[in-house]
């Protein structure tokens, strides 16, 4: 039995000749068989590439959107963070100066939130009455240490180290910059851990970090202040009444500093006046052994 077949007919164009090519059905089937699954697997490959180009594309997408979640949160968790600080040491304050003055608050408010009873005060409430007692109790520091402070003791009359002068009272270049300022107060050289003395009778107003002067405690001796900054700790708290010659602190590198040195300052009806004007008149504080042994 002859086998079925196609015949293919090619004519030369110059010469007309005609030749015939026999081909069976069976290679025309495998051909499109072929030809079919090949263009299947084409395709199946385009797409496969097209889902994953979409799928990294996507995923990029979602990883630019985690990356600005994840700093929006961090930031979120720093603000949540100073707010935390910030509400503590307004509670802290507020426990100091209900201290101080012998306040006792008692938040009154019934178990059940839907039952009646008196309302506890609000953040708003709250801060407003934190700002009350924090300036009834400068205004009480300020007027008792007016008070208390005698004149003839009131007046910085002793130098707060053992040390040398290194920078003076008024304009300079700012060691940090090298562009002008105002300096405020005088520098003392000396060592760290060098006991610091106040110059003068009075009352502790501020003791605490500041910034730029770090470890700083300021003293009111009535119509002047004097102020010691840079310390590495402090001796004294707020409110504090101390004494002529007595211990504030100790000589540090907190704050701007370039090297170990006190940092003070006279403040004279709340505005800053050259202390070399008291220091010229003053004596080095030298501690005095006891002549007795009591």
């Known amino acids: ?29 495998a051909i499109l068989a072929l030809a079919l699954l090949g263009g299947i697997s084409v395709f199946g490959f385009v797409a496969s590439y097209a889902r994953m180009a979409w799928k990294v594309a996507n995923y990029n997408n979602l990883r630019q959107d985690f990356g600005a979640l994840r700093v929006r949160y961090q930031n979120l968790q720093k ?12 509670e802290l304050y507020a426990n100091e100066v209900s201290t101080v003055f012998g306040l006792k608050q008692k938040l009154q408010g019934p ?73 405020k107060g005088v520098d003392l050289g000396a060592a760290v851990g060098t006991p610091v003395h106040v110059t003068a009778d009075g009352v502790v107003r501020f003791a605490d970090r500041q910034s730029g002067y770090g470890l700083v405690v300021v003293v009111d001796h009535g119509s002047l202040e004097t102020l010691y900054a840079h310390l590495s700790r402090m001796y004294v708290h707020p409110g504090q009444e101390i004494r002529r010659g007595e211990l504030v602190g100790a000589v540090g590198t907190t704050g701007r500093v370039t ?12 505005r800053p006046v050259n202390p070399y004007q008291f220091l010229a008149k003053s004596n080095v504080f030298h501690q005095v052994a006891k002549d007795f042994p009591f």
């Open 111 to 183: 178990s059940d939130i839907a039952a009646q009873g008196k309302l506890v005060p609000s953040y708003a409430e709250s801060v407003q009455d934190y700002n009350f007692l924090r300036s009834a109790n400068t205004l009480s520091l300020l007027t008792s240490s007016s008070r208390r402070v005698h004149p003839l003791n009131g007046t910085p009359n002793l130098w707060p180290i053992d040390g040398r002068l290194l920078s003076g009272f008024g304009q300079r270049n700012d060691p940090f910059s090298d562009e002008g300022e105002f300096h």
């Open 259 to 270: 090297a170990p040195h006190l940092h003070y300052e006279v403040h004279q009806n709340g």
């Open 1 to 29: 039995m002859k086998q079925e077949y196609f015949v293919v007919v090619l004519a030369h164009s110059l010469r007309g000749r005609l030749r015939r090519i026999h081909i069976p059905h069976q290679a025309v089937y």
């Open 79 to 90: 603000q949540v963070s100073q707010t935390n600080q910030q509400l503590a040491s307004l």
